[in-house]
């Protein structure tokens, strides 16, 4: 359907890095649902340099039967090349790199990483350029369309990412500033497809198939990148494919829910240890349950009282109890 370099995608859907939730196990899960392209949640390029463990666990992951990118952020092009060649050490099955240009995270654009990239649209070009060269991986880039709305730069930033070789870029039309607030401003994006050369995918408040489908249409994006709105809502993925094939929607059931929430948290449980994993868990595992009656005290429950497996297995069978009373 369109390619990232030589990587061949046939599916639309790119499943967007998110700080703290989209590591491996939640990679893997979420690759069930059929997703074309998956992104690490960021690496940092020094954290990598200096040989951070826990840096160095984001990279280390295993084929899972998409493509999957390492997402580098920083502020040199020497640093985030470096940075990438120990990616490449630690793990050869790395398919492609992704620079973070569009983090709008005040801890990250402090350092000049994220979207403080979008100030210069040369220096985009360069680290693009020479995370090319070093690696010969296929590079795509994330970026927003300026730092505020008297900074607009995102058309001279794609120009220099393209000149560069970047193999796709993705774009989240919000600046900055505005961080998650607001509308995107699908306006200033209709038909940005037409000014590039190569591939885009889009992204920003896809929580529902409709979602999807505006932002390609209006976009002409190849591909629509999903981050929160994906976060317990597996469906949306299910609906998004189900609508390129002409397939009635799938509305999940409560069993259905219930058993996709247990089953990521096996998989976090895997990859981090109980502890860890469900300490974690409160914030992921009552997205899967937004929309369902009487969720507020189930919400609060899962919030405060999941400290272990059993603890989440126990709640939802008091709130399955509930509902079918």
Same mark, same amino acid.
């Given at each position: 359907m369109y390619k990232i370099g030589n990587l061949e995608i046939n599916n639309r859907i790119i499943l967007a890095p998110m700080a703290g939730i989209t590591s491996f196990a939640y990679r893997k899960f979420m690759s069930k649902f059929n997703i074309g392209v998956a992104v690490t949640e960021m690496v940092s390029d020094?954290?990598?340099?200096?040989?951070?463990?826990?840096? %160095? @666990?984001?990279?280390?992951?295993?084929?899972i039967g998409c493509y999957t990118g390492v997402q580098l952020f920083g502020n040199s092009p020497e640093?985030?090349? %470096? @940075?990438?060649?120990?990616c490449l050490k630690i793990n050869p099955n790395i398919d492609f790199f992704d620079v973070n240009m569009g983090c709008p995270v005040n801890k990250v654009i402090k350092t000049g990483a994220g979207s403080a990239l979008l100030k210069d649209p040369k220096l985009c070009g360069d680290i693009v350029r020479e995370l090319k060269r070093a690696t010969g991986k296929p590079v795509t880039a994330k970026i927003r369309l300026g730092v505020d709305s008297k900074h607009l730069t995102y058309l001279e930033v794609i120009k220099e990412l393209?000149?560069?070789?970047?193999?796709m870029i993705g774009i989240h039309p919000r600046t900055t500033k505005e961080m998650y607030t607001g509308e995107p401003h699908w306006d200033l994006v209709k038909d940005l497809r037409k000014k590039m050369s190569v591939p885009l995918a889009v992204s920003g408040n896809i929580y529902r198939v409709e979602d999807a489908i505006n932002a390609l249409e209006i976009t002409g994006a190849e591909a629509v990148m999903v981050a929160r709105g994906g976060v317990g809502q597996p469906s949306l993925l299910i609906n998004i494919n189900n609508y390129f094939k002409g397939n009635e929607l799938y509305i999940p059931s409560l069993e259905d829910q219930i058993n996709w929430c247990l089953e990521l948290a096996r998989d976090y449980i895997e990859e981090k240890g109980e502890y860890i994993a469900m300490r974690l868990y409160r914030g992921i595992c009552t997205k899967f349950f937004d929309g369902f009656p009487n969720?507020?005290?189930?919400?609060?429950?899962l919030s405060t009282e999941l400290n272990k497996y059993d603890d989440l297995v126990n709640i939802l069978n008091d709130y399955k109890s509930e509902i079918l009373l």
């Open positions: 020094m954290g990598l340099i200096y040989g951070n463990k826990e840096t %160095k @666990s984001y990279v280390t992951f295993e084929k640093n985030i090349a %470096k @940075s990438a060649l120990i393209e000149n560069a070789g970047v193999d969720s507020k005290q189930l919400k609060c429950r």
